[in-house]
Nanobody
Framework: QVQLVESGGGLVQAGGSLRLSCASS????????MGWFRQAPGKEREFVAA????????YYIDSVKGRFTISRDNAKNTVYLQMNSLKPEDTAVYSC???????????????WGQGTQVTVSS
């Protein structure tokens, strides 16, 4: 069983930065691909970024390319999402997920965190 806990969300002005963390309690963290998803009020959940188990391959939705960076530290059982140049449209609940491959579909993952709120003011 893998438990995922996100942290680092908050309120930030447009143009600002936040770094989200997702800590895993499982000892097999390094064998999982990790993904970040977000869901804004009244909108569908959408894929944001993913990283393979080694950290060698990363994937992003077009709207965050060049602004967000996903990374992982397997020694700390943690995956990060560095978010720069934040925009009001980035406001959402951000959740991390663990699975066998870095997929873009939420249901393709095996474990999910509860999420952390990110609010970007204009």
């Amino acid at each position: 069983q893998v438990q995922l806990v996100e942290s680092g969300g908050g309120l930030v002005q447009a143009g600002g930065s936040l770094r989200l963390s997702c800590a895993s309690s499982g000892r097999t963290f390094s064998s999982y691909a990790m993904g970040w998803f977000r869901q804004a009020p009244g909108k569908e959940r959408e894929f944001v970024a993913a990283i393979d188990w080694r950290g060698g391959s990363t994937y992003y939705i077009d709207s965050v390319k060049g602004r967000f960076t996903i990374s992982r530290d397997n020694a700390k059982n943690t995956v990060y999402l560095q978010m720069n140049s934040l925009k009001p449209e980035d406001t959402a609940v951000y959740s991390c997920a663990a699975g066998g491959h870095p997929r873009t579909l939420y249901d393709d993952y095996d474990y999910w965190g509860q999420g952390t709120q990110v609010t970007v003011s204009s």
